[in-house]
Nanobody, 123 residues
Framework: QVQLVESGGGLVQAGGSLRLSCTAS????????IGWFRQAPGKEREFVVF????????YYASTVKGRFAVSRDNGENTVFLQMNNLKAEDTAVYYC????????????????WGQGTQVTVSS
């Protein structure tokens, strides 16, 4: 079972960019599908993007498609989330999760989560 740690969050102005990292420990990372979710204050955890273990399949939420890009380096046990043209509504705590079963867009389909990294976009 993998353990996940997110990093790379911070404060950025609207229109700016950030790159988040999700680093895993555990030998099974290279065969683990990963999802990114985010949670704003007072809101439910929201799907952002999914990447399968081989990077052959990626799925984006419509709210971030064209602005965010996910990639992974299995040799480094890391999944990256490049976020461009950030908007105030992207402000949230961002979490990565290890996919287990079910619909990739639902947080209940993920087995393990990191502690999250805060992204704040000022307008």
């Amino acid at each position: 079972q993998v353990q996940l740690v997110e990093s790379g969050g911070g404060l950025v102005q609207a229109g700016g960019s950030l790159r988040l990292s999700c680093t895993a420990s555990g030998r099974s990372f290279s065969t683990t599908d990963i999802g990114w979710f985010r949670q704003a204050p007072g809101k439910e955890r929201e799907f952002v993007v999914f990447i399968d273990w081989s990077s052959a399949a990626t799925y984006y939420a419509s709210t971030v498609k064209g602005r965010f890009a996910v990639s992974r380096d299995n040799g480094e046990n890391t999944v990256f989330l490049q976020m461009n043209n950030l908007k105030a509504e992207d402000t949230a705590v961002y979490y990565c999760g290890s996919y287990y079963s079910g619909l990739y867009g639902l947080s209940g389909s993920y087995r393990t989560w990191g502690q999250g990294t805060q992204v704040t976009v000022s307008s």
